[in-house]
């Protein structure tokens, strides 16, 4: 494969330059628990493989004069000490739009989204991993899903932006109402607190086998349900739309194999302006709008549709400077207004059969929201689902609120909160 020097940003990527600041940067971040602590020596050279591997992890973000773009950067990641999940300084991280920390015995790492979504870093950090314990135990992993082979040369198909299928097909924009949003008392830019929640896998997937829905489907009912209790008893009730934004990976409806940014989104909930709904009425609702708006005659309109506005003649003319504060004016009138909390769930992790003993757990953080209180991930392995829900207010009603849905469902959990 020949390395190309500048890659346009992917459509999805664009808001993520745009609204950088020294307050707010997009970020995530993911984690593999080890039985032992990490040899960071070992996890450097696994590193160095694994970027190999998967060369997008070795751009940078530029400017031009139109845009903006990735430059490929001709030097190594290391291995740094573990920072605080917020604002992200890509000069002192040495360019590079990730990082990579070992803490005791986790590998951990935080990526800026400009780069890549939940599937694209996952699949980076289970390579990153399945390499690790290759060169520190001689296991032999079994590649193959979301863990590449470093050996193996990287395709031109996982470079690709998928999102130019999407050109020059008719599209249209949804229209939904401002979502009520929860409010509180601001922790700071530099604080960001987590609530992780660890819940039996089996037990929640039983019990949404009895109700008819999945796992992601019960657990934004119960936090819609959780958010329905919440603005009845505040007095913030101007507005009545309760909608969790819940990311879609294109690749499962679209096909493509790309490890860079292809989802979208639909937004789950109920409008209270009329009265309050039961937990079983919040749930076959949401059943049936995840259901309808991820069939592709409803997701292609609007991917097209941003594709479109992406390619239009006169946009392009608009020169970057001034089209950071217009995109970030954008943004915030058509971003997190629209939703009043995000639930991304990353699915179960299978690991090969060599490589299952020396994993204990799998994490996956969403960083500081800028116009929403808080955000939620999870991703299930081992038997158990892990959700951390984080926020960057003080008060934790909506998590505690959240945790009574699954209570009243037959669910246990165990909780944790820290600071991250």
């Known amino acids: 494969m020949i390395r190309q020097q500048l890659l346009r940003l992917d459509n999805a990527s664009f808001i993520y330059p745009a609204s950088q600041s020294k307050k707010y940067s997009s970020l995530y971040r993911m984690s593999v628990t080890l039985t032992e602590a990490v040899d960071t020596e070992i996890l450097q050279q696994a590193l160095e493989a694994t970027v190999d591997r998967i060369p997008t992890f070795h751009y940078t973000l530029t400017g031009g004069a139109l845009w903006w773009y990735l430059r490929y950067l001709d030097r190594t990641p290391r291995v740094l000490p573990l920072q605080p999940l917020h604002q992200f300084n890509i000069e002192r991280n040495g360019g590079f739009l990730f990082r990579v ?21 996952m699949t980076f950090l289970l390579t990153l991993t399945a390499e690790y314990l290759r060169l520190r135990y001689g296991v032999q992993p079994v590649y193959g899903g979301r863990i590449l082979d470093p050996s193996a040369r990287p395709c031109a198909s996982e470079l690709a932006d998928s999102f130019d299928d999407f050109g020059g097909k008719r599209g249209s924009l949804e229209q939904n109402d401002p979502a009520w949003h929860i409010r509180g008392r601001e922790l700071g830019h530099k604080v960001l607190r987590n609530l992780r929640v660890r819940i039996p896998m089996g037990r929640i997937a039983e019990v949404s086998r009895a109700r008819g829905c999945t796992v992601t489907e019960l657990l934004v009912a119960a936090q819609v349900a959780a958010l329905q209790e919440l603005r009845g008893a505040g007095r913030n009730r101007s507005r009545s739309a309760l909608k969790v934004n819940v990311p879609v990976d294109l690749r ?22 009329n009265g309050e709904y039961d ?13 309808l708006y991820s069939m592709p005659s ?8 941003n594709v479109e506005l992406e390619n239009n003649f006169a946009i392009n003319c608009i020169p970057r400077v001034l089209k950071k504060p217009i995109i970030d004016i954008i943004n915030k009138l058509k971003g997190d207004r629209y939703c009043t909390h995000t639930l991304s769930n990353l699915g179960r992790i299978a690991l ?4 299952r003993g020396y994993v204990r757990d799998i994490d996956f953080v969403l960083g500081r929201q800028r116009g929403n209180s808080g955000a939620s991930a999870c991703v299930g392995f081992g038997g158990h689902l892990v959700l951390n829900m984080s926020r960057r207010i003080a008060e934790r009603s909506f998590e505690d609120g959240f945790l009574r849905q699954l209570e009243c469902l037959g669910i246990p959990t165990e909780a944790e909160e820290s600071d991250i």
Not at 279 to 291: C, H, T
Not at 298 to 305: M, R
Not at 352 to 355: H, Q, V, Y
Request: aromatic share 8%; net charge neutral.
């Open 101 to 121: 920390s070992a803490d005791g015995c986790r590998i951990v790492q935080d990526i800026f989204h400009v780069l890549t979504d939940g599937n694209g870093g």
């Open 252 to 273: 499962r409806i679209f096909g493509g194999s790309t490890l860079r940014n292809f989802s979208s989104y639909v937004m789950l909930g109920v409008d209270v302006r």
């Open 279 to 291: 937990f079983d009425q919040i749930l076959e609702i949401v059943s049936a709008q995840k259901r």
């Open 298 to 305: 409803q997701l292609e309109p609007k991917v097209a549709k």
């Open 352 to 355: 090969p059969e060599s490589l």
